[in-house]
């Protein structure tokens, strides 16, 4: 059963922190690369943050040197590090395979607010 559960947004302030964690469930997530994406109102989904199943990673240039993603492949889970937030980067934050397609299956995601 594919399921995936998204955790750890909320309010902070400009240049502060958040991280973000993902439990996926389903063999489809284990073995394979996993990404980040985000959504703000308005706006097209977009992937941030990439991660594969050996653990190299590749960022959007809006959020390269601020966000961190890992993963736990024991757990099945992946995180994603928020440092030195900004405004802009206010959004609904979801988990997924890094080609995942609107029609595909989706978490709830976790808003992610941040004031200036």
């Known amino acids: 059963q594919v399921q995936l559960v998204e955790s750890g947004g909320g309010l902070v302030q400009a240049g502060g922190s958040l991280r973000l964690s993902c439990a996926a469930s389903?063999?489809?997530?284990?073995?394979?690369?996993m990404g980040w994406f985000r959504q703000a109102p308005g706006n097209q989904r977009e992937l941030v943050a990439t991660?594969?199943?050996?653990?190299?990673?590749a960022y959007a240039d809006s959020v390269k040197g601020r966000f961190t993603i890992s993963r736990d492949n024991a757990k099945n889970m992946v995180f994603l590090q928020m440092n030195d937030l900004k405004p802009e980067d206010t959004a609904v934050y979801y988990c997924?395979?890094?080609?995942?397609?609107?029609?595909?299956?989706w978490g709830q995601g976790t808003q992610v607010t941040v004031s200036s």
């Open positions: 997924n395979l890094p080609w995942a397609r609107s029609g595909a299956y």
């Open positions: 389903g063999s489809v997530f284990r073995i394979n690369d």
């Open positions: 991660i594969t199943r050996r653990g190299s990673t």
